[in-house]
């Protein structure tokens, strides 16, 4: 073990071996000796952890640079997102490693450290793993590889004790009361992404595990028409004039004419970080033929630079049991996707580090991007291959953006009127996106 730091509820480690599967098995009974300590410690015996723990191969520098950086600043990382403010600001985490790095200085060791570990990098595996209740089994965690590459990337990410494999009766009823979903699934290898609406309980959930749509389904919406038993598929309920969002993702189990039904495999919810508040009605449906363009045209460039919400579809590694597909909502001032010719720029903000979209991407680089135009209930429906620009000067041209990633749109579909619904945008009282 070559550092590690201590949490309330979770430890982390950045360890050497000869190879991943001897770290696996070195990190379990690195659990098991730590609940037989605090048993011991405790006067008790028994089960410590409740949860899950995953190891993920640092294959280069960079990876090495980034994770010694969260597990040697994990205390100062969580304080942020609790809110509060450290006074240790330039000391080093006390139950950590760090605390035994002489001087301090933090930075000039995590450079040493990495130019250290690079042999380790090229000759063995580097794992960091987080050990957060469970580790008297090697179950996987929620994440996918291209999630966890994701989130070193990044920096580091959180623990993911939210996500679930079944929903808790508060998504349920949520689910229930809404009178649209964003949909995801797969067209031809690609994600696709739709939205499905309805009178309030066109959604059931009969069970934690099931949900079943009650729409008809439109054969000329490749998304819809993907909509067929054996596939994954996504869910996002968002409730615009709440501000509240949960997603639910699984195989469909049965589909025809008039909806499908949903396996939900993981659940878990939002912040409502970036959500326009509006109020939403039922109108008349008055749908247009669908047009499928060659390329992005002029009102389908002025539709992207006015929006201030889209919903992108991702997909990876869907045979396993942390992938699948999956639907999100991206929010911002009108006009945050910059649009030049085909290409699509768009910031990334901060959130809430589970990378579940950007990590999808480093899996499988491709994306489906929806747009609702709110006042006419037109659909664009958009496809491309995505780039992800973790570390560029452009960065700072988009405020509080953390990073970029970008869409070479190749595939347009518009739905006019596609929608029997309307939404009128509230004034900012405090609530709307930020």
Same mark, same amino acid.
Request: some cysteine; hydrophobic content about 40%.
């Given at each position: ?68 950086? %969260? ?76 999630? *966890? ?30 009178? %649209? ?58 409730? *615009? ?20 039904? *949903? ?80 290409? *699509?720029?768009?910031?990334? %903000? ?85």
């Amino acid at each position: 073990m070559t550092h590690f730091s201590v949490q309330s509820n979770h430890v982390h480690a950045l360890v050497e071996g000869d190879d991943v599967q001897s770290l696996s098995r070195g990190m379990q009974g690195l659990g098991v000796s730590i609940a037989k300590r605090i048993n011991r410690v405790g006067g008790r015996s028994g089960r410590v952890f409740d949860d899950r723990f995953f190891a993920r191969a640092l294959r280069t520098p960079r990876e090495v640079a980034n994770a010694l950086n %969260y597990v040697l600043r994990n205390d100062q990382i969580h304080e942020a997102r609790m809110g509060f403010i450290s006074d240790r600001t330039g000391e080093p985490d006390p139950f950590s490693s760090a605390a035994d790095i002489a001087a301090h200085d933090l930075a000039a060791h995590n450079r040493m450290a990495t130019r250290e570990t690079e042999s380790a990098v090229r000759d063995h595996s580097c794992v960091t793993s987080r050990t957060g209740a469970s580790i008297d089994a090697a179950e996987e965690g929620p994440f996918h590889p291209g999630e *966890l590459e994701a989130q070193l990337l990044a920096g580091g990410g959180p623990p993911g004790a939210g996500i679930r494999d079944w929903m808790t009766d508060q998504h349920r009823a949520f689910f229930e009361a809404l009178p %649209y979903v964003v949909v995801a699934t797969l067209d031809g290898g690609w994600p696709a992404a739709t939205m499905l609406a309805g009178s309030p309980g066109f959604v059931s959930a009969p069970d934690p595990h099931t949900l079943r749509i009650a729409a008809g389904l439109d054969a000329s919406d490749p998304a819809q028409r993907a909509l067929t038993p054996g596939t994954p598929a996504g869910l996002l309920g968002i409730d *615009l004039s709440t501000k509240r969002r949960n997603r639910a993702n699984g195989i469909i189990t049965a589909a025809g004419d008039h909806g499908f039904t *949903l396996d939900v495999r993981q659940s878990f919810g939002n912040c409502p970080q970036y959500i326009h508040v509006r109020e939403v009605k039922a109108v008349p449906a008055r749908v247009a033929p669908p047009e499928t363009l060659p390329q992005l045209d002029g009102d389908a460039r002025a539709q992207i630079q006015a929006a201030d919400t889209f919903f992108v579809a991702s997909a990876a590694r869907t045979a396993e049991s942390n992938g699948g597909v999956d639907i999100s909502h991206r929010g911002g001032p009108p006009g945050f996707v910059r649009v030049d010719g085909s290409t *699509l720029t768009i910031p990334d %903000y901060r959130g809430n580090r589970y990378f579940n979209t950007l990590g999808n991407f480093v899996s499988n680089p491709r994306a489906a991007l929806l747009v609702v135009d709110f006042a006419t209930g037109d659909l664009l429906h958009l496809q491309g291959a995505v780039e992800i620009l973790w570390d560029t000067s452009e960065v700072r041209t988009f405020l509080a953006a953390q990073r970029l990633w970008r869409v070479r749109v190749d595939r347009v579909l518009r739905r006019r009127g596609a929608l029997p619904l309307r939404w009128r945008l509230l004034p900012y009282d405090g609530r709307s996106a930020r």
